[in-house]
């Protein structure tokens, strides 16, 4: 956790003494305001995520950071189901322009 400020990196070394059981993320979205997302998490993998993504808590309480995100910067999609000869083609398109590439450059 070199990346984390001081500040943050003393807030998380204060949260050492939660389990990994007991840290929770949760996001949440109200049908009222489709537009944001609030999530709350205790995790200090998250609150890193955040901080590198340049997205400063709206407020703490104890170990727990709140933020706000717009919309527009969470994903929900279904699970990508390919099958082997998908995987192969993909593979071998994937091989073939690293090789233009390399061939260019």
Not at 26 to 38: F, G, I, M, V, Y
Request: aromatic residues 4%; glycine residues 2%; proline residues 3%.
């Amino acid at each position: 956790m070199a990346s984390l400020s001081q500040d943050l990196q003393q807030k998380v070394e204060s949260m050492s003494d939660l389990s990994n059981e007991e840290r929770e993320t949760h996001l949440n979205q109200s049908a009222a305001d489709r537009k944001t997302w609030e999530m709350a998490t205790d995790d200090p993998v998250w609150i890193a995520r955040m901080e590198r993504l340049g997205i400063a808590p709206d407020r703490t309480r104890g170990a727990t950071h709140f933020y706000t995100i717009p919309d527009n910067q969470i994903t929900v999609r279904r699970k990508v189901v390919r099958s082997e000869e998908s995987r192969r083609a993909a593979a071998e398109r994937l091989h073939a322009a690293r090789a233009a590439k390399a061939a260019a450059g």
